[in-house]
């Protein structure tokens, strides 16, 4: 099957790490027979440099003919980071209606020292957050600073639909049927009427997931309960801002960053694949940046979700994620991931590991 796929790598250590998920692409490719056809192009800073804008049109129109889009991190840290984020990668999300964020947060056994938190807290966590991504305050108009007698304000609005609540309240309740049959709804109900809102269609749309248990609980013990008990949690859904924090937070259960992939999948279509955009969650690096310092493995991990949820080719998946675990087994380690005194894998040297247990695994 030939499927065709847009490679936005972005900046600082976007190229780096999504050059190894293509690498890990193409071992699957040379695995399988599938031939997945790379068109790529520049987004963010290094656009705007080239072309004086952070996203093209043309590569909207490229990525629009694409099965999936591949992505790296986009930023600008010494000059306007906040005009690449808002004309880069939110116009990616609203052009595509990627309205719901996966984010799976695994405690890979090999890892578990690497982590804050202690050991006996992250036997088996593997947990999901569903992240409203299209809504919410990142999305709300009005959205200015202005200056009056009082000195100067600022505003930012907080909307949602009720339309927006239940398409990615039925994402979660779905993944959950799929996995340990626990959904999450993590909101602010006691404080935002956007929350209460959120409750109450959950606890409405409940009586249709009867196999599925649902809890509700506020972000902020959300966020405590991450830390303490990990492992009590299944599927978690909750809006934009709340899931972007809690899984940084979650980064820290895994050990890295480095360690976290992520699918924003737009509306399913009838065979239950949807078109969407992959990428780890972390971002541009500028530190370490060009240095082959950077653990690819949340961008290989991307890449087997972006075989699962937008290409239809679970069993692909899931060998990647097996051979990300394998690796680990073996003791390969990037900079991030290595104790004193270990040696540290370059980016490459991570990715190249990777590529061949794709190969070798049984």
């Given amino acids: 099957m030939q499927f065709d796929i847009m490679v936005l790598p972005g900046d600082g250590i976007g190229p780096e790490v999504v050059a190894e998920g293509v690498r890990v692409l193409q071992a699957v490719e040379k695995r399988f027979g599938h031939r997945f056809r790379l068109s790529e192009d520049l987004v963010g800073a290094v656009a705007l440099r080239r072309y004086g804008t952070p996203l093209r049109p043309e590569t909207l129109e490229q990525c629009r003919a694409s099965h999936a889009i591949l992505f790296g991190a986009v930023g600008d840290p010494g000059g306007d980071d906040a005009r690449i984020i808002r004309e880069a990668l939110f116009p990616l999300r609203k052009s595509f209606d990627l309205f719901a964020n996966l984010r799976p947060v695994k405690v890979y056994p090999a890892l578990a020292h690497t982590s804050p938190v202690r050991p006996e807290a992250l036997h088996n966590v593997d947990l999901v957050v569903v992240r409203e991504l299209t809504g919410g305050l990142y999305f709300g108009r009005p959205r200015r600073q202005w200056r009056s007698r009082q000195g100067r304000q600022a505003v930012d609005t907080l909307r949602y639909s009720e339309r927006e609540i239940e398409r990615i309240l039925r994402v979660g309740f779905r993944l959950a049927q799929q996995r340990r049959r626990k959904l999450t709804s993590v909101d602010k109900a006691n404080v935002l009427e956007s929350s209460r809102l959120w409750r109450q269609k959950a606890s409405e749309m409940a009586a249709d997931y009867h196999d599925v248990k649902l809890d509700h609980m506020y972000v902020d013990a959300c966020a405590m309960l991450l830390i303490r008990q990990p492992a009590s949690f299944d599927v978690i859904v909750t809006d934009n801002m709340f899931g972007d924090i809690l899984t940084d937070e979650a980064s820290v259960l895994a050990g890295s960053i480095g360690m976290l992939p992520s699918a924003s999948l737009g509306k399913p279509r009838r065979d239950g694949t949807a078109f969407g955009m992959y ?65 540290a894998l370059t980016t490459g040297q991570m990715g190249e590991a990777v590529a061949r247990l794709v190969i070798e695994l049984h």
């Fill in 279 to 343: 990428e780890p969650i972390h971002g541009t690096a500028p530190d370490i940046a060009g240095q082959s310092k950077a653990n690819p493995l949340a961008t290989i991990l991307s890449v087997g979700m972006m075989l699962r949820y937008s290409l239809g080719l679970p069993g692909e998946g899931d060998l990647v994620e097996r051979a990300v675990a394998s690796a680990l087994e073996q003791g390969h380690r990037t900079g991030d991931l290595a104790r004193p005194g270990e040696r």
